[in-house]
């Protein structure tokens, strides 16, 4: 039974982490410019928050949902304004130089901005609500063991993905030209301020229908 909730764990961590959006267009950004590492760290910060909010939702802390659930136009706002900045930072920065050598960049504080981008999108938490009632032993188990093999197969299953992705963009930095780098670095930065506009402009329609 642990078995298939460890495999099932690392199942939708990956289905959590595929897809491409504002914070995989920033692991994607950093892992090029900066090298995979830099990528890699970053998509940790990501595990460690949805393995939270998986957390929360398989050991069936209700309060905590609630709490986040009715203060996600807080942390929408924040994340939308976080967003627009860090990608008008990219855009405007100046042209990086390439180099096969990691950039002297901080780790702590890929991971640190990656976790903080992350809890700001308490709808993370409607997912797992979503998908874990149809593993029942998850939300009936009395036991602390199971739902915590359930959360560890979800940490390492987005954790490889990252590893895989971050991996494979950073092994293509050599290849760049620092033309070509400023060019991608842009394009990042338009994408990531765009999702940051659209998060916010959903959040001002949406409590402007309420």
Request: one cysteine or more.
């Amino acid at each position: 039974m642990e078995t298939g909730l460890f495999i099932q764990g690392i199942i939708i961590g990956i289905a959590l982490a595929a897809p491409v959006g504002p914070i995989a267009f920033v692991c994607i950004q950093r892992s090029l410019a900066h090298g995979r590492l830099h990528g890699i760290t970053s998509g940790l910060g990501i595990a460690t928050a949805d393995a939270f909010y998986a957390a929360v939702t398989a050991f069936g802390l209700a309060l905590i949902s609630d709490f986040l659930l009715t203060r996600q136009w807080f942390f929408r706002l924040f994340g939308g304004l976080a967003l627009i900045a860090v990608g008008l930072r990219i855009v405007f920065a100046a042209p990086p130089e390439v180099t096969t050598d990691p950039e002297n960049e901080s780790y702590l504080a890929d991971y640190t901005t990656m976790l903080a981008f992350t809890l700001a999108n308490p709808l993370t938490i409607l997912f797992f609500t979503i998908i874990i009632p149809g593993l029942g032993v998850v939300i009936s188990g009395s036991a602390w063991v199971t739902p915590t093999i359930f959360v560890i197969g979800v940490f390492l299953g987005e954790m490889g993905w990252w590893v895989f992705l971050c991996g494979t963009l950073g092994s293509m930095r050599s290849y760049l030209t620092r033309e070509r780098l400023h060019l991608i670095n842009r394009l990042a930065g338009l994408v990531i301020t765009a999702f940051g506009v659209v998060l916010i402009s959903s959040l001002i329609m949406t409590r402007g229908f309420a």
